[in-house]
């Protein structure tokens, strides 16, 4: 039996949102008073009374979307109901019923899931008697909560689980995903057709409209028999364009997803020059040193017209500091090359928890030094390096012990980085490299 789920339902700006992140215990749905932030389903597994649940949030029902993408939120908000154990019919406490209320109300009425009605924003106990007007729109069940100021949390838990159905025997919590994996890159790359194409279910709204993900969404998927996880990003434009708040948070979840990523699928439309946007994702996964694969997508369009060489040149030359980076070409629509580029996703991942013998890690070392010694100081004199450890993984962290660290020009320490690389199976993960003076501690 699957983790039952919980959709959150109800009309723009009742507090949705916030509500999926109370219950959740922290912030992952933007919040903004811009009706129609939510466009995807977000889901988040939660533990209360020895029960899990995964509750779900969805966009507003009635929105005009600004993009013409309304269908494709309701078909999502369609998708969340039908799959719902238990609905939490969310309503606004301080602007009381409305029209919009009435019309949720009776879309919700003949399903056969419990229904909870819930009246947000209710901030204070003598509030509670302006929440009586919406046990009209009910079937019987009504909780007054606030999730600004985090009143009746657990009152509102405890009656989710009683609308629960019964818990069987053989239920499993989801399996751990084994590996996470982001998939970044500017507006329209194809990255939620390239999920779509993956999880094999129209999971996320696919349009050629830009920008159509403004949250960080996780979709879980299996290949092989092995749990999987997949973060899909807001699509990225330039800081200097981020004129909305929710370009704001957008652009600050796409780094968030990066960071909590084991890999990085950095995708790149076949048909367009690399941009800005590109440069600036690529420079914060370089700085957060991030496994990554260069993801060149729509790769049928330009299959007779250009070789791949020329494409992965193109790459390695803009991103010089990358160039240990992968380079995977696919077509997200029809699903090409797509399992090979996971397996490739997976070799990079077990790369970046590799543990290397201090023995080995020395011997290593120590015939680079004596093929290519280090230059000489202005004092003529040589540095050293006594030895080496590695101290962690993701990322493979190395720290070197030596008699004088600023001695060792960059150049020097990249000539290092890349011995490492040649003769470790460190190949095409990133390497965090320290050089300590001996005595420092």
């Not at 010694?373 to 040589?382: A, G, I, Q, W």
Request: aromatic share 8%; hydrophobic share 40%; charged share 25%.
């Amino acid at each position: 039996m699957s983790i039952p789920q919980v959709a959150i339902v109800g009309r723009p700006n009742v507090g949705k949102s916030s509500i999926f992140n109370w219950i959740a215990g922290h912030r992952i749905a933007i919040v903004d008073p811009t009706a129609g932030v939510t466009r995807d389903r977000m889901t988040h597994l939660v533990q209360h009374q020895q029960r899990h649940f995964e509750v779900v949030d969805t966009g507003g029902i009635g929105i005009n979307d600004v993009d013409d993408l309304s269908e494709e939120i309701e078909d999502q908000i369609q998708r969340g109901i039908e799959s719902a154990s238990v609905i939490l019919f969310v309503v606004d406490a301080q602007t009381g019923v409305t029209l919009l209320d009435e019309k949720v109300a009776r879309r919700l009425r003949d399903l056969k899931q419990p229904i909870l009605c819930v009246a947000n924003k209710v901030d204070r106990e003598d509030w509670d008697p302006e929440a009586d007007q919406f046990y009209k729109l009910s079937r019987g069940s009504l909780v007054r909560v606030s999730a600004k100021q985090d009143r009746n949390r657990d009152v509102l838990l405890d009656e989710i689980v009683d609308l629960m159905p019964p818990q069987a025997d053989d239920q499993q919590l989801p399996d751990v995903a084994e590996m996470k994996v982001a998939i970044v890159g500017r507006r329209n790359v194809g990255k939620s057709t390239f999920i779509n194409s993956l999880t094999k279910t129209e999971r996320l709204i696919v349009s050629e409209v830009a920008g159509t993900t403004r949250d960080s969404v996780d979709v879980s998927f299996e290949m092989d028999g092995k749990s999987f996880l997949a973060i899909d990003t807001p699509g990225l434009r330039k800081s200097k364009s981020l004129k909305t708040d929710v370009d704001f948070y957008g652009s600050r979840r796409a780094e968030r997803s990066i960071r909590r990523a084991d890999v990085v699928l950095m995708f790149f439309d076949a048909s367009q020059r690399i941009s800005q946007v590109d440069k600036q994702l690529c420079s914060f996964i370089h700085d957060n040193y991030k496994p990554a694969l260069f993801v060149v997508n729509k790769w049928d369009l330009m299959a007779e017209h250009m070789l791949t060489q020329r494409w992965a040149d193109y790459l390695h030359e803009t991103f010089a500091t990358m160039a240990y980076a992968p380079i995977a070409f696919i077509t997200g629509q029809s699903g090409r090359n797509i399992k090979t580029m996971l397996n490739h996703s997976q070799m990079l991942f077990k790369q970046s928890r590799l543990r290397i013998t201090t023995g080995e890690l020395n011997r290593v070392v120590q015939r680079a030094l004596e093929l290519h010694p280090p230059p000489l100081t202005p004092r003529h004199k040589r540095p050293k390096i006594y030895y080496c450890a590695q101290i962690s993984v993701q990322p493979p962290t190395i720290v070197m012990k030596c008699n004088n660290a600023k001695a060792f020009p960059n150049d020097y320490r990249r000539y290092l980085l890349g011995v490492l690389r040649d003769q470790l199976d460190f190949a095409e993960v990133p390497i965090k490299l320290y050089l300590q003076n001996k005595n420092d501690d």
